[in-house]
């Protein structure tokens, strides 16, 4: 547990969390209410998604400020990421773990 030690460790599996909520609710519980007319997992993964994406939100502008990032270089990649399928993923892998790496 010691990924919550710190904000990039909250960071990283909030963004984990947050991309995998998206794949969910746009592979799975979208095309289900759409196409078969089932509304109940888009009624329980919309808002944990919602919600996992405010996190997501908060924690990395908490971290830019923590780290001092620049909001160029930085910071508009990492809040990019969390509206672009397997977005976070990607940022998690190039941007988070290295940092996170560095300070562990």
Avoid at 10 to 32: C, K, M, W, Y
Avoid at 48 to 57: E, N, P, Y
Avoid at 92 to 104: A, H, T, V
Wanted: proline residues 5%; hydrophobic residues 50%.
């Amino acid at each position: 547990m010691k990924l919550f030690n710190t904000h990039i460790g909250r960071l990283r599996v909030i963004a984990i969390l947050e991309g995998i909520s998206l794949l969910v609710l746009v592979f799975i519980s979208v095309p289900l209410k759409r196409i078969y007319g089932i509304p109940e997992v888009s009624s329980i993964i919309g808002p944990l998604h919602g919600i996992l994406f405010l996190l997501f939100v908060f924690n990395t502008i908490t971290a830019g400020v923590e780290y001092k990032w620049k909001f160029k270089e930085t910071t508009w990649k990492v809040l990019l990421a969390c509206i672009i399928p397997f977005g976070t993923f990607y940022i998690d892998y190039k941007i988070l773990k290295p940092i996170y790496e560095r300070e562990s």
